[in-house]
């Protein structure tokens, strides 16, 4: 008698489906509400910088606005 076969080099089985359907689900919410998201964070950004130049005088920002809000960053220094 013989067993199941191997595809691709992977043992039957291997795979978890209901992981493998997750996953993708997960993808799905997150391309649906990327946009969303992405101009939440800008505005929550944008009140962070603003409020720490309101409350500290010698405040620098620094980066570039486009690449900080990818990276869900704000860059600062402060001078002594």
């Not at 691709?8 to 946009?35: E, N």
């Amino acid at each position: 008698m013989n067993g199941g076969g191997q595809e691709r080099g992977m043992r039957s089985g291997t795979l978890a489906p209901p992981l493998i359907v997750g996953f993708g689900a997960a993808c799905d919410i997150a391309l649906r509400d990327m946009k969303k998201d992405e101009a939440h964070i800008r505005k929550l950004a944008n009140k962070l910088k603003k409020e720490l130049k309101e409350k500290i005088s010698d405040i620098q920002i620094n980066g570039d606005e486009v690449s900080s809000l990818l990276l869900f960053k704000v860059l600062m220094a402060v001078n002594d």
